[in-house]
Nanobody, 127 residues
């Protein structure tokens, strides 16, 4: 069973930066396609970013392009989400998710493609 544990959430002001981490089960991480999703208050969960097994390719949701970056350190079994120029509309619970193997580029934003999910970490951006 793969376990995902997010950390790094908190309260920040608009324009600030924040980094999230997702620690995963060691043996599974290097074989897993990883993604970040978020669920704003009262809204559906949405795709934020994804990264392939060795980080060769990254994908981003339209609302975060140019502001967020995703990276992974396979030696530390950790996924990261670096968020800059945060806006109040970025307020959400952020989840990391994984799938053993690959996900087709056309489907990286589909929640159903991911097998495992963390419990989430709350990011609140005040105006």
């Amino acid at each position: 069973q793969v376990q995902l544990v997010e950390s790094g959430g908190g309260l920040v002001q608009a324009g600030d930066s924040l980094s999230l981490s997702c620690a995963t089960t060691p043996r599974a991480f290097s074989r897993s396609f990883m993604g970040w999703f978020r669920q704003p208050p009262g809204k559906e969960r949405e795709f934020v970013a994804a990264i392939t097994l060795v980080g060769a390719s990254t994908y981003f949701g339209d609302s975060v392009k140019g502001r967020f970056s995703i990276s992974r350190d396979n030696s530390k079994n950790t996924l990261y989400l670096q968020m800059t120029n945060l806006k109040p509309e970025d307020t959400a619970v952020y989840y990391c998710a994984s799938r053993t193997g690959v996900i087709a580029a056309s489907r990286v934003a589909q929640q159903s493609e991911y097998e495992y999910w963390g419990q989430g970490t709350l990011v609140t951006v005040s105006s």
